[in-house]
């Protein structure tokens, strides 16, 4: 369901009022695996205008549900927020199950394995893989580590390329 272009700037005020650049930036990652100035808005722009364009994109692409859901995850307690995302996309509340929901899975699924770790066969095969379960540990902290870099370097890289492209045009204009 696209989203109701006389609801786009309502929606997206209080996006950019409510979310910070960085957290938005990881949830777009994280609902469409694209970063927000790679695939989503241009840069250099102001951030209202980064967000009515997001709106926008999200509209014409089809993905609004997911990411509003993932918002509205993320800050439950804005009232604002909420309000003009269940005006603009009345299912994303449905998107994600609650957080109610998810905790039962959790626990149901952790109490599975508690049970699953009584069987000695279980237990043996667990001690018996205890450094390969270590290396998996440290790979997937080093992966970590490597990904908050790359997202570093794009943020420098971002800043840069307007730094030079400022410098660029003011020595053209002289």
């Known amino acids: 369901m696209t989203i109701s272009p006389d609801l786009m700037e309502p929606l997206s005020i209080q996006i ?4 910070p650049t960085d957290d938005l930036e990881r949830v777009m990652l994280k609902t469409t695996g694209e970063g927000l100035y790679e695939s989503w808005a241009g840069p ?3 951030y209202r205008e980064t967000a009515f364009e997001l709106v926008q994109r999200l509209s014409e692409r089809g993905v609004e549900r997911i990411v ?3 918002l509205l995850a993320r800050y439950p307690t804005e009232a604002a927020l909420a309000a003009a995302i269940d005006r603009a996309s009345p299912d994303a509340r449905t998107a994600v199950p609650a957080a109610t929901q998810q905790m039962a899975a959790v626990v149901t699924g952790l109490a599975a394995i508690k049970d699953r770790l009584q069987d000695p066969a279980v237990r043996d095969n667990l001690i018996k893989s205890g450094s390969q379960l270590r290396l998996i540990v440290e790979t997937i902290n080093s ?3 490597y990904k908050s870099l790359h997202e570093c370097l794009h943020q ?3 800043k840069q390329y307007w ?3 400022d410098a660029v045009l003011s020595s053209t204009q002289k």
């Open 143 to 145: 992966l970590d580590a």
């Open 44 to 46: 250099g722009k102001p």
């Open 163 to 165: 730094v030079l492209k």
């Open 68 to 70: 509003l859901a993932e």
């Open 16 to 19: 950019a009022r409510a979310v």
């Open 156 to 158: 420098l890289q971002a």
